[in-house]
Each structure stands twice: as structure tokens, then as C-alpha cells.
């Protein structure tokens, strides 16, 4: 797999995601700036968390147009790997690459905390070492995670198996106590409707070292590094 | 009263918080009628929060020296060498007065001013830490208060990128009209790659990066020097507004500078702005600075050499370069699209001469500036000391447990969870232990596991009551704290938070807090490195509790050694360190449960605590120790209780038989020096051994289990049940009807 990361001047999290690329695949990944205007040739891309450029405005609105992501879209039109965590999810999700939106936490409030995710699929390049229906837990941290749809959509992406992750109890139980967010159908990530591009809010790179409290997030990268070596 | 043609009247003077005496000097020094922009110019400087003129004579008795010390106060921030060729650069900062008239704003710049003077360093931050105190509960100000600074601080921390990982929250209604926002950042920097603030090379330019500057802030320092009355929300244009985004790409922009090397000398217009930061420089280097004030990059017309200089915009920095890196340096500023614009240069005269239009708006010497800025010598009365009380004096409860409930849900002692969670304490992924603990302990990357431990603490109701003791209590808690995840205590910063110096009991709280942390510092081998003092924090003439809150930084070389406070499994002892005399003498529970703030506060025994400490310690990097917490508020079975709601773990405990103290005083006094710890059953003889031949008072109390506390004759309550009630309290407080 080669992998790289696109790096908004507001991003946080990038050097998160360096470390979980490099841990799973042994090598690091290329930085690419927001100003660049080609994507080397990699066969994923990864949209990391923060503030683009600075999110004072709808959240990822600006950065959905900035010239590499242009050039992020049509590599994923033509199937490249694309996945977006965070403020990744939503800059991919205003360009358009996903359906929906992310709105306001429901709490009005930033929530940073570890959260259940339901696995809802094993059936994709992203989550291949997962069993469908475990339950993880890995840390969100968003102001605007929020996911809406119309009812059409949802019931579209639950029918086409797009929905990847929810928020779910320890039982794997869906329920407004272990929603973090108020997102439609306790949704945490979803794919496109040829599963080769993924947004998910929660912060799979920061749960890859028992330091950091959960190992969960790393299947997720070994998934990516077995279906794209 | 701007213009630069206004009169300088008497009046004019006292509105720029001069005295007579002091606009006396400023002739003398001037030795002819300032203008205006140099009238504002020594308005500032000479201001409490940036000269220390009531502060700096007693602040000379802290500790500042260790081998491990590389820069003591007096710059940007203090310094120390963690090892390993690297260095931790941290300071805690103020920021009060603004946060109370705009909670968001005044909370969030004081988190970007804090960061800005470790980055300034050459370090990159890697953890904040907050000191909040707020009125009384039931305030009609406080939930908005809360809202707001929570808000705030959250805001510009999680943009930039830094986690948020401690801090504290207390409240107290001497607070009500004047809260406490203190934000301490630590970062981290190569040993051999600090950047300071002295100018040096006449000839060489001087560079103004980052943000333009507006009218927002002028006169923050002195708004921040006087006290409140009515009037102050008027003043809500003195505060700044905060812009994260460009903070951060000033922080990236400076890191990626930084590690070429383009820089002479380079400070953050903080306090003051342009006029602290150009003085100060200049005055290190021992030369004189020229400015252009036309080219220092503004965001709104016809702004004139008063304003500039004392605009108190945020995200800017100064910074002296060496002439042949200039492009160099113009690249990076560039790439992240930050203005950097050349303003002016290094002189020999020693004077600060400022021009704009091409006229001369000021041509001041700089070192009588900063030398003969007013020093005070204010009289003042020692506290009178509280009588001790009795403990059996003290009733005690009809239901010891139910005693407990109300107080783990009592608004000092309940969870903060609804606060830390509105704070990234994850991001950078170095987060090993969380807010909630008694110390956050983040990871340094690349390091082999090495990791700092960091802590806030303050006892204000033991200041108030003996600011000698409580002093050295603020200290010793945040020494506690470190041990207590298996760190070792280097150094402090230190955030004193007062009332008007001009009363001579206020002075005398300051004075004896001083000497206690003076005191414990000493003791523990642990000194102050960096500083923030706030005086003037009263309203209508009433005074704050007195608050000097500390900052400790601890090392640990093996993150994995770290023990949390959670209770790791049943059937493990339980043990008490260090001796338990039930001093209830202002403790929560004689405030929560008898109404009382009376009394003495629990006196600080520094060789105990330095005994207990490295013992613990010792047995924590042995891997004897499972789970560890120092005890403070609440006493004992708060800590237990702490313990077992953190593991959702119960536990057995038995007061010891031949205890001469009251039961309830055995559970809730507040008697220093302590830890609660959990061993393996088989590790328990040898620690108990161990603990003998150190001299340490050991007690075991029982053993973890089940899912409640049971207190054996007395009572049993679930950890559930305590849970309830410890994590209502503030989503309870911040959904309530208004």
C-alpha cells in the first residue's frame, strides 16, 4: 500500500494518522500540502482531523474546494481509496463523495471521550479484519459530528450497506445514551455506494497503542494495508 | 483622549493608572512633558501586571535554582532538562479580568497567550492545563460564566491541536464577582535549541509576524491592574478576541523557522503588545530599537502610534533575524500566509524612538523604562492565625455513608467530567493518563516511553485561613500529585492570584503564601521556574479567597510504571500512607455538612511529606503498587470512593481498632502527607516491611471487591449509588431553567 495524507494548514491530527499509517504498514506515509495540485501515486488517501482552515464557516465547507481535494474526487471517482476521519469525514462529505451532512453535536457542545462503535460490516476494504457485529471502543472528539440525512438516504445507505460503524452500548445496543452526537441512526461512519471511500467521525488512529487505552483502531488499518499491498 | 494632540492633565494621568509620584519619575526620566503614545507607553509598562511593582520584592524569596533548571522566571517561560538531550518549557498565565466580562473570548486568549509564550521558546506545546475558579454555585452569574469559559478554552485548545489533559475547578463565592482563569502550557524543545528574548547585532531588522493589529485590547494590562466595580462591563472592549487558526499557523510557521537558523531573539506580543515586546527586547540586549509604525500590518484605518503600540491584538509575534536569512524566513511566513512585515531596526542609542507618518511620536530610553519602573515595599499585617479545632468537637453524621454520597456530589469534590470532555484531551495520541486523575500523564513521542506528569492545585480556603500553610500546601499537592502516577517532581510555576495589594491584609496573604511555598519548594527540592502574578481581584472592595496556584511538571522515564487512581482488580489490600490525626479543621465536610469554613487548616509537614512521597514512589516504579491517590479534599473514603468509582469496583474497609480519633474525622479529615495504594495480596507483607524500615506510618484498610464500599459496623452504599450522586453535579448545575 502507499499511502498519503493530505495536510491542511488547520490540521491537527495528521501526525495521529502518520503514526497509525506508518505503524501498520511499516513505512511513512507522504505528506501532501493543500496547496498541491497532484496527488502522488498512492493507492489511499487519508483526510485527517482538525479545523481545515480554521472551520469558522460550516465545518470542511472551504476545504471541499481547495485544489487538492478536486483532485482527491476524481481519484476516488475512479476508485482510489479515500478515507476521511473527522474533520476528514466532513471535508469529504461537503465535496460531495458522500451523502449527508454534519451538523452541530445535539449537545451544542464539543464531546471528546471514548465511545462503542458497532461494527456494521466486514465486507469492505476498510474493515475486512473486523467481525461483522464487534463492538469497539475508540475516542471521538468533534464539535460537528452530528450526521443527517434525509429518511430516503438513510434507508438507501442501510440498504446498500453503506453504513460502516454506529454508536452503540455495551451490548452492542443502539440508543440516545450512546449517540455522542445525535447523529440519524446512531451512524458513525459510512462508505459511498462503491465502498472504496469511507468517512467516519470517530479517531481510529487514536486507538492503536494499549497506551492510549484501546487498541481497537488498528484492524482497521491492517484492513486497508491487506486489501491495497 | 487618544489623539496625539490631547493635553495631559492630572485627570489624563490617573485614567492611565499612574500615580502622581509615578508621573513624576516619568519626567524625570523623560526630562521634558511626555506625548501621549509615551504616556500610554509607560502606562503599561509600569502597570502591575507587567512591571510586579507591589510583587517583585517578596516574589525574590522563591526558590528558582536546580541543576536541572535551564531557565529560571524572566522569560517567556521557564525551562528544565527532562534528559535525553530535551527540555520542557512551561508557564501558567492569568487571564481573569477579561474572562469575567467576556467569558469566551477573555478564556480562550488567555489559552492562545500561554501556548504563544512556550512556542515563542522553540518548544511545541503538547499539553494544557487549566485553574478555574467560579462564584457560588447558585450565582445568578456563574452557569454563564461556566458556559463561557468552558467554551473558550475549549474552543482554542482543540483547534490547535494541543490536548487538554488537567486543571481544576473550584468554587467559592468571593469568587462571584471576579473568577479565576489561569492556563498553564507545557511544551517540549531540543535542550540545545531554546529561543530567547534579547536582542543582539545593531543593524538588524526587526520582523512583526502573525496577525494584523486592530483597536481590540488596547489598555487590557491596566484594565487588568485596577480593580472592579459596576463600571466593568464597559470595559468589555479592552478585551481581545481570539483566532486560533492563525495561532496555529503562527505556531507552525515559528516551529518550521525555528529549525533553520534565522533567529536572534524572539518574544510574543502578549501583555501590551508591541510595547512590552519591543521593550523588553531591547532592554535584554542593552540597545535601542527603531520602529516604522507604518508598516506594522494593520487591520483597520487611520490608527494612530497610541493605538498600534498598545493594542493588545492576539496572535503576533516579534522576532529579531539575521539579515541574510530574511528571504528564507519571508518564505515560510508566506507558505502559511501569515503577513511578515520588516518594521524597524537595532540601535546603539539605547532609546525606543517610534515613528509614524514621519513624525516622531516617541524617543524614550529603555532602560530607565524597565530599571526604574516602580518598586513597592507595600506595608502589610500577617494573617491572625485560626484556633485548631477539635475533631470531637465536631458532630459527627447520623449515617456515615450518607455523608459520603452527599459529599463526592458536593460542588468542589464532584466529577468535572461534563468540563473535560468539551476538551480534545486526545489529539497529538500521547494522552496515557486522562483528565479525572491526580495527575495527566502524556507520553513524549519518540522518546522510549518517557512521559511527563503534570498537575494544578490550590487549597484557597486553607490560604484564607493561614496563607503560610496554605502556600506550602499548594506545593506539596502538586508534588503529591506527580508521585502519585509514579513521576518525580522537578519544577513549578506559579499563578498568584490576589486581592488589592494597596489593603495590607490582602498584602499579607501574598506575603505568607510566598514564604510557605517558599517553604515547601526548599523542602521538596522543587523550584519555581516561571510565574504570573494578578493582583487587584475584588470587586467593590472584596477581595478573592487568596490563590496561588501552582503548576508542577513531573518526569517519569517508563510510562507502562504509571498507576492510575482506578482500582485494578478485587481482591487486592488496601493501604494507608502516612498519618491520619482527623483534622477537620477547614475541611469540605465541616463545610458541607455543618455550614462551617472555620478553623485552622491542616498543617504541612514537609519532611513527611517528602518521606511518604519518595517511598511511594519508589514502591510505584517497583511495580508493587496497582493503583494509586493522593488524599486532599474530602479526606480518606473520598479517595477510596474516588478509587473504586473510577474501577466501578468496591471495596471492604475497617477503621483501625486501637484509633483514638472520631470515625467520622478518621474518614473526612484532610490531614496531609497521604496516599491511598493497592497491592496484591502477596505483595503486602513486604510492603508493609519496606514501609517500616523507611519509617512511613502504614495502615491497611481493607481490601477491593464487590460493587459497593462496605464500612465494617457501619454501613454499605453501591458504587453505583455514588456515582449517581458524583456526576450529577454539574450537569445538574448547567441544565437548570434559568
Same mark, same amino acid.
Given at each position: 500500500?502507499?499511502? %498519503? $495524507?493530505?495536510?491542511?494548514?488547520?490540521?491537527? =491530527? +495528521?501526525?495521529? #494518522?502518520? &503514526?497509525?499509517?506508518?505503524? @501498520?504498514?511499516?513505512?511513512?506515509?507522504?505528506?501532501?500540502?493543500?496547496?498541491?495540485?497532484?496527488?502522488?501515486?498512492?493507492?489511499?488517501?487519508?483526510?485527517?482531523?482538525?479545523?481545515?482552515?480554521?472551520?469558522?464557516?460550516?465545518?470542511? %465547507? $472551504?476545504?471541499?474546494?481547495?485544489?487538492?481535494? =478536486? +483532485?482527491?474526487? #476524481?481519484? &476516488?471517482?475512479?476508485?482510489? @481509496?479515500?478515507?476521511?476521519?473527522?474533520?476528514?469525514?466532513?471535508?469529504?462529505?461537503?465535496?460531495?463523495?458522500?451523502?449527508?451532512?454534519?451538523?452541530?453535536?445535539?449537545?451544542?457542545?464539543?464531546?471528546?471521550?471514548?465511545?462503542?462503535?458497532?461494527?456494521?460490516?466486514?465486507?469492505?476494504?476498510?474493515?475486512?479484519?473486523?467481525?461483522?457485529?464487534?463492538?469497539?471502543?475508540?475516542?471521538?472528539?468533534?464539535?460537528?459530528?452530528?450526521?443527517?440525512?434525509?429518511?430516503?438516504?438513510?434507508?438507501?445507505?442501510?440498504?446498500?450497506?453503506?453504513?460502516?460503524?454506529?454508536?452503540?452500548?455495551?451490548?452492542?445496543?443502539?440508543?440516545?445514551?450512546?449517540?455522542?452526537?445525535?447523529?440519524?441512526?446512531?451512524?458513525?461512519?459510512?462508505?459511498?455506494?462503491?465502498?472504496?471511500?469511507?468517512?467516519?467521525?470517530?479517531?481510529?488512529?487514536?486507538?492503536?497503542?494499549?497506551?492510549?487505552?484501546?487498541?481497537?483502531?488498528?484492524?482497521?488499518?491492517?484492513?486497508?494495508?491487506?486489501?491495497?499491498? | 483622549?487618544?489623539?496625539?494632540?490631547?493635553?495631559?492633565?492630572?485627570?489624563?494621568?490617573?485614567?492611565?493608572?499612574?500615580?502622581?509620584?509615578?508621573?513624576?519619575?516619568?519626567?524625570?526620566?523623560?526630562?521634558?512633558?511626555?506625548?501621549?503614545?509615551?504616556?500610554?507607553?509607560?502606562?503599561?509598562?509600569?502597570?502591575?501586571?507587567?512591571?510586579?511593582?507591589?510583587?517583585?520584592?517578596?516574589?525574590?524569596?522563591?526558590?528558582?535554582?536546580?541543576?536541572?533548571?535551564?531557565?529560571?522566571?524572566?522569560?517567556?517561560?521557564?525551562?528544565?532538562?527532562?534528559?535525553?538531550?530535551?527540555?520542557?518549557?512551561?508557564?501558567?498565565?492569568?487571564?481573569?479580568?477579561?474572562?469575567?466580562?467576556?467569558?469566551?473570548?477573555?478564556?480562550?486568549?488567555?489559552?492562545?497567550?500561554?501556548?504563544?509564550?512556550?512556542?515563542?521558546?522553540?518548544?511545541?506545546?503538547?499539553?494544557?492545563?487549566?485553574?478555574?475558579?467560579?462564584?457560588?454555585?447558585?450565582?445568578?452569574?456563574?452557569?454563564?460564566?461556566?458556559?463561557?469559559?468552558?467554551?473558550?478554552?475549549?474552543?482554542?485548545?482543540?483547534?490547535?491541536?494541543?490536548?487538554?489533559?488537567?486543571?481544576?475547578?473550584?468554587?467559592?463565592?468571593?469568587?462571584?464577582?471576579?473568577?479565576?482563569?489561569?492556563?498553564?502550557?507545557?511544551?517540549?524543545?531540543?535542550?540545545?535549541?531554546?529561543?530567547?528574548?534579547?536582542?543582539?547585532?545593531?543593524?538588524?531588522?526587526?520582523?512583526?509576524?502573525?496577525?494584523?493589529?486592530?483597536?481590540?485590547?488596547?489598555?487590557?494590562?491596566?484594565?487588568?491592574?485596577?480593580?472592579?466595580?459596576?463600571?466593568?462591563?464597559?470595559?468589555?472592549?479592552?478585551?481581545?478576541?481570539?483566532?486560533?487558526?492563525?495561532?496555529?499557523?503562527?505556531?507552525?510557521?515559528?516551529?518550521?523557522?525555528?529549525?533553520?537558523?534565522?533567529?536572534?531573539?524572539?518574544?510574543?506580543?502578549?501583555?501590551?503588545?508591541?510595547?512590552?515586546?519591543?521593550?523588553?527586547?531591547?532592554?535584554?540586549?542593552?540597545?535601542?530599537?527603531?520602529?516604522?509604525?507604518?508598516?506594522?500590518?494593520?487591520?483597520?484605518?487611520?490608527?494612530?502610534?497610541?493605538?498600534?503600540?498598545?493594542?493588545?491584538?492576539?496572535?503576533?509575534?516579534?522576532?529579531?533575524?539575521?539579515?541574510?536569512?530574511?528571504?528564507?524566513?519571508?518564505?515560510?511566513?508566506?507558505?502559511?500566509?501569515?503577513?511578515?512585515?520588516?518594521?524597524?531596526?537595532?540601535?546603539?542609542?539605547?532609546?525606543?524612538?517610534?515613528?509614524?507618518?514621519?513624525?516622531?511620536?516617541?524617543?524614550?530610553?529603555?532602560?530607565?523604562?524597565?530599571?526604574?519602573?516602580?518598586?513597592?515595599?507595600?506595608?502589610?499585617?500577617?494573617?491572625?492565625?485560626?484556633?485548631?479545632?477539635?475533631?470531637?468537637?465536631?458532630?459527627?453524621?447520623?449515617?456515615?455513608?450518607?455523608?459520603?454520597?452527599?459529599?463526592?456530589?458536593?460542588?468542589?469534590?464532584?466529577?468535572?467530567?461534563?468540563?473535560?470532555?468539551?476538551?480534545?484531551?486526545?489529539?497529538?495520541?500521547?494522552?496515557?493518563?486522562?483528565?479525572?486523575?491526580?495527575?495527566?500523564?502524556?507520553?513524549?513521542?519518540?522518546?522510549?516511553?518517557?512521559?511527563?506528569?503534570?498537575?494544578?492545585?490550590?487549597?484557597?480556603?486553607?490560604?484564607?485561613?493561614?496563607?503560610?500553610?496554605?502556600?506550602?500546601?499548594?506545593?506539596?499537592?502538586?508534588?503529591?500529585?506527580?508521585?502519585?502516577?509514579?513521576?518525580?517532581?522537578?519544577?513549578?510555576?506559579?499563578?498568584?492570584?490576589?486581592?488589592?495589594?494597596?489593603?495590607?491584609?490582602?498584602?499579607?496573604?501574598?506575603?505568607?503564601?510566598?514564604?510557605?511555598?517558599?517553604?515547601?519548594?526548599?523542602?521538596?527540592?522543587?523550584?519555581?521556574?516561571?510565574?504570573?502574578?494578578?493582583?487587584?481581584?475584588?470587586?467593590?472592595?472584596?477581595?478573592?479567597?487568596?490563590?496561588?496556584?501552582?503548576?508542577?511538571?513531573?518526569?517519569?522515564?517508563?510510562?507502562?510504571?504509571?498507576?492510575?487512581?482506578?482500582?485494578?482488580?478485587?481482591?487486592?489490600?488496601?493501604?494507608?500512607?502516612?498519618?491520619?490525626?482527623?483534622?477537620?479543621?477547614?475541611?469540605?465536610?465541616?463545610?458541607?455538612?455543618?455550614?462551617?469554613?472555620?478553623?485552622?487548616?491542616?498543617?504541612?509537614?514537609?519532611?513527611?511529606?517528602?518521606?511518604?512521597?519518595?517511598?511511594?514512589?519508589?514502591?510505584?516504579?517497583?511495580?508493587?503498587?496497582?493503583?494509586?491517590?493522593?488524599?486532599?479534599?474530602?479526606?480518606?473514603?473520598?479517595?477510596?470512593?474516588?478509587?473504586?468509582?473510577?474501577?466501578?469496583?468496591?471495596?471492604?474497609?475497617?477503621?483501625?481498632?486501637?484509633?483514638?480519633?472520631?470515625?467520622?474525622?478518621?474518614?473526612?479529615?484532610?490531614?496531609?502527607?497521604?496516599?491511598?495504594?493497592?497491592?496484591?495480596?502477596?505483595?503486602?507483607?513486604?510492603?508493609?516491611?519496606?514501609?517500616?524500615?523507611?519509617?512511613?506510618?502504614?495502615?491497611?484498610?481493607?481490601?477491593?471487591?464487590?460493587?459497593?464500599?462496605?464500612?465494617?459496623?457501619?454501613?454499605?452504599?453501591?458504587?453505583?449509588?455514588?456515582?449517581?450522586?458524583?456526576?450529577?453535579?454539574?450537569?445538574?448545575?448547567?441544565?437548570?431553567?434559568?
Amino acid at each position: 500500500m502507499k499511502a %498519503a $495524507i493530505v495536510v491542511f494548514p488547520g490540521s491537527n =491530527r +495528521e501526525r495521529d #494518522a502518520e &503514526a497509525a499509517l506508518t505503524q @501498520a504498514m511499516g513505512r511513512k506515509p507522504i505528506m501532501v500540502w493543500h496547496r498541491d495540485t497532484e496527488l502522488p501515486d498512492v493507492n489511499l488517501v487519508l483526510v485527517p482531523g482538525g479545523f481545515s482552515y480554521g472551520d469558522y464557516l460550516r465545518c470542511g %465547507a $472551504i476545504a471541499a474546494h481547495s485544489p487538492i481535494l =478536486r +483532485e482527491v474526487k #476524481a481519484r &476516488a471517482d475512479k476508485g482510489m @481509496a479515500v478515507i476521511g476521519v473527522c474533520n476528514g469525514f466532513q471535508i469529504i462529505t461537503e465535496a460531495g463523495l458522500l451523502p449527508g451532512i454534519l451538523l452541530r453535536n445535539a449537545s451544542l457542545k464539543f464531546v471528546c471521550k471514548n465511545v462503542r462503535l458497532k461494527v456494521e460490516t466486514s465486507q469492505s476494504l476498510f474493515t475486512s479484519q473486523y467481525e461483522q457485529g464487534q463492538v469497539l471502543s475508540v475516542p471521538v472528539a468533534h464539535h460537528d459530528g452530528n450526521y443527517f440525512a434525509d429518511p430516503k438516504t438513510l434507508d438507501e445507505l442501510e440498504a446498500n450497506g453503506q453504513v460502516a460503524f454506529r454508536y452503540c452500548g455495551p451490548e452492542g445496543e443502539f440508543d440516545d445514551e450512546h449517540n455522542p452526537n445525535g447523529s440519524a441512526r446512531s451512524i458513525a461512519g459510512i462508505f459511498n455506494r462503491t465502498k472504496n471511500v469511507l468517512g467516519m467521525m470517530p479517531h481510529p488512529e487514536n486507538a492503536v497503542d494499549p497506551m492510549q487505552g484501546s487498541t481497537d483502531g488498528k484492524a482497521l488499518f491492517k484492513s486497508m494495508v491487506e486489501a491495497l499491498s | 483622549m487618544t489623539t496625539a494632540t490631547a493635553k495631559i492633565t492630572p485627570n489624563v494621568i490617573a485614567e492611565h493608572g499612574l500615580t502622581a509620584e509615578e508621573y513624576q519619575l516619568v519626567l524625570e526620566i523623560m526630562g521634558r512633558e511626555p506625548t501621549m503614545t509615551e504616556l500610554g507607553i509607560f502606562s503599561v509598562m509600569w502597570s502591575e501586571h507587567c512591571s510586579y511593582k507591589s510583587s517583585r520584592v517578596h516574589l525574590k524569596k522563591l526558590p528558582t535554582k536546580a541543576p536541572w533548571v535551564i531557565q529560571g522566571p524572566g522569560e517567556n517561560a521557564g525551562v528544565i532538562d527532562i534528559g535525553d538531550g530535551q527540555a520542557a518549557i512551561f508557564k501558567m498565565e492569568s487571564h481573569n479580568h477579561p474572562s469575567f466580562i467576556e467569558p469566551y473570548q477573555g478564556a480562550a486568549t488567555g489559552v492562545g497567550g500561554i501556548m504563544r509564550d512556550v512556542f515563542t521558546m522553540g518548544a511545541r506545546p503538547i499539553a494544557n492545563v487549566n485553574a478555574l475558579r467560579f462564584g457560588a454555585p447558585d450565582d445568578p452569574k456563574t452557569r454563564h460564566l461556566i458556559a463561557g469559559v468552558v467554551a473558550g478554552i475549549g474552543g482554542y485548545g482543540n483547534c490547535m491541536g494541543v490536548p487538554t489533559v488537567a486543571g481544576e475547578v473550584n468554587f467559592h463565592a468571593s469568587y462571584n464577582g471576579n473568577i479565576l482563569v489561569n492556563a498553564m502550557t507545557v511544551g517540549l524543545a531540543p535542550a540545545d535549541k531554546i529561543f530567547y528574548s534579547a536582542a543582539a547585532g545593531v543593524g538588524n531588522p526587526v520582523i512583526y509576524v502573525g496577525a494584523k493589529t486592530g483597536r481590540d485590547g488596547i489598555h487590557g494590562a491596566t484594565m487588568a491592574s485596577a480593580e472592579f466595580n459596576e463600571d466593568s462591563e464597559e470595559k468589555r472592549p479592552t478585551v481581545q478576541v481570539g483566532d486560533p487558526f492563525t495561532e496555529k499557523l503562527l505556531l507552525e510557521a515559528c516551529l518550521e523557522l525555528m529549525a533553520t537558523d534565522a533567529i536572534v531573539a524572539i518574544q510574543d506580543m502578549g501583555a501590551a503588545g508591541l510595547t512590552s515586546s519591543s521593550v523588553e527586547m531591547s532592554s535584554k540586549g542593552g540597545l535601542g530599537i527603531e520602529l516604522d509604525l507604518d508598516k506594522v500590518p494593520v487591520r483597520e484605518t487611520g490608527m494612530t502610534a497610541y493605538e498600534i503600540m498598545l493594542s493588545e491584538s492576539q496572535e503576533r509575534m516579534l522576532m529579531i533575524l539575521k539579515p541574510e536569512a530574511m528571504d528564507k524566513a519571508r518564505a515560510i511566513f508566506e507558505k502559511w500566509e501569515l503577513d511578515f512585515a520588516e518594521i524597524g531596526r537595532l540601535t546603539d542609542t539605547g532609546h525606543l524612538v517610534l515613528k509614524k507618518n514621519g513624525k516622531v511620536e516617541a524617543d524614550m530610553p529603555v532602560a530607565p523604562l524597565v530599571e526604574k519602573s516602580p518598586v513597592y515595599q507595600r506595608p502589610y499585617v500577617p494573617t491572625k492565625p485560626q484556633p485548631e479545632i477539635d475533631p470531637a468537637s465536631v458532630p459527627a453524621p447520623s449515617d456515615l455513608l450518607a455523608a459520603l454520597r452527599a459529599l463526592v456530589g458536593s460542588p468542589d469534590l464532584a466529577s468535572r467530567r461534563w468540563v473535560w470532555e468539551q476538551y480534545d484531551h486526545l489529539v497529538m495520541g500521547q494522552t496515557v493518563q486522562r483528565p479525572g486523575g491526580d495527575a495527566a500523564v502524556v507520553r513524549l513521542p519518540d522518546a522510549n516511553g518517557k512521559a511527563l506528569a503534570m498537575t494544578s492545585d490550590c487549597t484557597p480556603r486553607y490560604c484564607f485561613a493561614d496563607p503560610r500553610t496554605g502556600g506550602a500546601q499548594a506545593v506539596a499537592e502538586t508534588w503529591r500529585n506527580l508521585t502519585a502516577v509514579g513521576a518525580t517532581p522537578l519544577a513549578i510555576t506559579d499563578n498568584m492570584n490576589f486581592g488589592n495589594p494597596q489593603r495590607p491584609e490582602i498584602m499579607g496573604q501574598f506575603v505568607g503564601c510566598i514564604e510557605g511555598m517558599a517553604e515547601a519548594c526548599r523542602a521538596l527540592d522543587y523550584p519555581v521556574i516561571s510565574g504570573n502574578v494578578s493582583l487587584y481581584n475584588e470587586t467593590n472592595g472584596k477581595g478573592i479567597l487568596p490563590t496561588p496556584v501552582i503548576g508542577g511538571v513531573g518526569v517519569i522515564a517508563d510510562v507502562a510504571k504509571s498507576v492510575p487512581v482506578a482500582f485494578r482488580q478485587p481482591g487486592e489490600v488496601i493501604l494507608l500512607v502516612g498519618e491520619t490525626k482527623g483534622h477537620l479543621g477547614q475541611s469540605i465536610y465541616l463545610r458541607e455538612l455543618h455550614g462551617r469554613e472555620a478553623g485552622a487548616p491542616p498543617p504541612v509537614d514537609l519532611a513527611a511529606e517528602k518521606r511518604n512521597g519518595d517511598f511511594i514512589r519508589t514502591q510505584i516504579l517497583a511495580g508493587t503498587v496497582t493503583a494509586c491517590h493522593d488524599c486532599s479534599d474530602g479526606g480518606l473514603l473520598v479517595a477510596i470512593a474516588e478509587m473504586a468509582m473510577a474501577a466501578n469496583l468496591g471495596a471492604t474497609l475497617r477503621m483501625p481498632a486501637q484509633s483514638a480519633v472520631p470515625a467520622h474525622a478518621f474518614w473526612f479529615g484532610e490531614d496531609q502527607a497521604r496516599y491511598v495504594a493497592t497491592v496484591a495480596m502477596g505483595d503486602a507483607d513486604r510492603f508493609l516491611s519496606d514501609a517500616r524500615k523507611a519509617g512511613v506510618p502504614m495502615t491497611v484498610l481493607g481490601e477491593t471487591g464487590s460493587n459497593a464500599l462496605t464500612l465494617v459496623d457501619t454501613g454499605t452504599i453501591s458504587v453505583a449509588d455514588l456515582k449517581v450522586s458524583h456526576e450529577a453535579f454539574f450537569p445538574d448545575l448547567m441544565s437548570a431553567g434559568s
